[in-house]
T-cell receptor, first 113, second 114 residues
Framework: LAKTTQPISMDSYEGQEVNITCSHN???????ITWYQQFPSQGPRFIIQ???TKVTNEVASLFIPADRKSSTLSLPRVSLSDTAVYYC??????????????FGQGTELSVKP | EPEVTQTPSHQVTQMGQEVILRCVPI?????FYWYRQILGQKVEFLVS????????KSEIFDDQFSVERPDGSNFTLKIRSTKLEDSAMYFC????????????FGPGTRLTVT
């Protein structure tokens, strides 16, 4: 699994757009980029997954540049309830049949009123 | 929406005792996992389980740990002789099929070993 680097923490205010960038310089051709969210005292929750360009769902958008060496999770108009830790995971769907997830330290997002 | 459930939510045990943590994965899911998270640290993979056998385990998952799917719905993690350092939040997760990274996590069991 590719090593990822993301900021340890970020602060934001309600209503702002938040962009969390993850670096994965040694991403392999078959690797996908996945983001999870973890609220305090809860299990992680899948947010979004992508391979290239842009993916959008009801929760977030994921931007992946052409070289795929980084990705940006974008949360539109955050609220206090978006305060959580956000994890970027990069891995190969074909050779990770067991499917284990390897979490890093994540980015602790704090949304203030 | 279907969800993974775990019991108990909090378990306190004395060092050297055996504990069993229980999970009910989402009913049509085929892959099952246990992870743990020591307070203030990252989520760590323990074991994956498919087709009634362990498919992968981490270095943490030593002989003191075992998993079982006894009745087709429950998925359990047993720690035979708990140590102080086993104190952590234990999360069960499940997913529908291979080749995807979307796992559904339960709310966790907080294990405190005294």
């Amino acid at each position: 699994l590719a090593k990822t680097t993301q900021p340890i923490s970020m602060d934001s205010y309600e209503g702002q757009e938040v962009n969390i960038t993850c670096s994965h310089n040694n991403i392999a051709t078959n690797d996908y980029i996945t983001w999870y969210q973890q609220f305090p005292s809860q299990g992680p929750r899948f947010i979004i997954q992508g391979y290239k360009t842009k993916v959008t769902n009801e929760v977030a958008s994921l931007f992946i540049p052409a070289d795929r060496k980084s990705s940006t999770l974008s949360l539109p108009r955050v609220s206090l309830s978006d305060t959580a830790v956000y994890y970027c995971l990069v891995g190969n769907l074909l050779y990770n049949q067991g499917g284990k997830l390897i979490f890093g330290q994540g980015t602790e997002l704090s949304v203030k009123p | 929406e279907p969800e993974v459930t775990q019991t108990p939510s909090h378990q306190v045990t004395q060092m050297g005792q055996e504990v069993i943590l229980r999970c009910v994965p989402i009913s049509n899911h085929l892959y099952f996992y246990w992870y743990r998270q020591i307070l203030g640290q990252k989520v760590e993979f323990l074991v994956s389980f498919y087709n009634n056998e362990i498919s992968e385990k981490s270095e943490i998952f030593d002989d003191q740990f075992s998993v079982e799917r006894p009745d087709g719905s429950n998925f359990t993690l047993k720690i035979r002789s708990t140590k102080l350092e086993d104190s952590a939040m234990y999360f069960c997760a499940s997913k529908l099929e291979t080749g995807i990274y979307e796992q559904y996590f339960g709310p966790g069991t907080r294990l405190t070993v005294t």
